[in-house]
Every structure is written in structure tokens, then in C-alpha cells.
């Protein structure tokens, strides 16, 4: 699959956006879902904030997400992004971008690829 590499995240205020990418290297990144996840200082669990499927015609949004995240994806320059906005102090954490061969996945475990995080900071 290659390696994963985020980037974009950073120190924000409570309200602003900030848009997060996950760059993968090698030429099948077309073949692979895309997840988001974050983790929380203290907690084992990374929790999935979106997924996208491979050609970025389906996306999937757990009830945190929905309205203020969006996920999205460049196959051409093997790029996925998560778009946050009105971001709060509860969105503090290290952001993960994950990917799985074909279909989109709802949990940590079903994703087999993994970056090593980005941290955003969200002051209040």
C-alpha cells in the first residue's frame, strides 16, 4: 500500500477551520478506502471521524461529524483531506488517517494501514 503521511495540522481557536491531508505514497491509492480517526490523551480507542470510498463518490460520517467535517480525496495526486470547521475544544487530538483495500470501514480494527498522526490543538 505504501506509507501515509499527514500534515496540516496545528494550534487553533474555537470557530476556526483548518483542512488536514493525508499524502500516500505508491500508485494504488485509488484501490483503497480512506478513514480518518483521532485519539484523545488516555484513551486506547481511535474513533472514526470519516471514510471515503474509493472514488470518492460515498463518504460516511459518524453523528460527531456530521455538518462540520468533510472528507474528500485527490486520486490523481494520491491525496486524501478532512476538512474541519467550527472546530471546539473537544476536537483536540492526534488525527489519523488510515486506508483498507476496497471498501469503506467503520472501525480502527478493519483498517490495516496507518500514518502516523498529525496533532490538532483547538483553544477555547
Known amino acids: 500500500q505504501g506509507q501515509l503521511a499527514e500534515s496540516g495540522g496545528g494550534l487553533v481557536q474555537a470557530g476556526d477551520s483548518l483542512t488536514l491531508s493525508c499524502a500516500a505514497s505508491?500508485?494504488?491509492?485509488?484501490?483503497?478506502?480512506v478513514g480518518w480517526f483521532r485519539q484523545t490523551p488516555g484513551k486506547e480507542r481511535r474513533e472514526l471521524v470519516a471514510a471515503i470510498n474509493l472514488n470518492g463518490g460515498r463518504t460516511y460520517y459518524p453523528e460527531s461529524a456530521k455538518g462540520r467535517f468533510t472528507i474528500s480525496r485527490d486520486n490523481a495526486k494520491n491525496t486524501g483531506y478532512l476538512q474541519l470547521n467550527s472546530v471546539k475544544p473537544e476536537d483536540t487530538a492526534v488525527y489519523y488517517c488510515a486506508t483498507r483495500a476496497w471498501e469503506m470501514g467503520t472501525t480502527a480494527s478493519e483498517y490495516d494501514n496507518w500514518g502516523q498522526g498529525t496533532q490538532v490543538t483547538v483553544s477555547s
Open positions: 505508491g500508485r494504488t491509492f485509488n484501490r483503497y478506502a
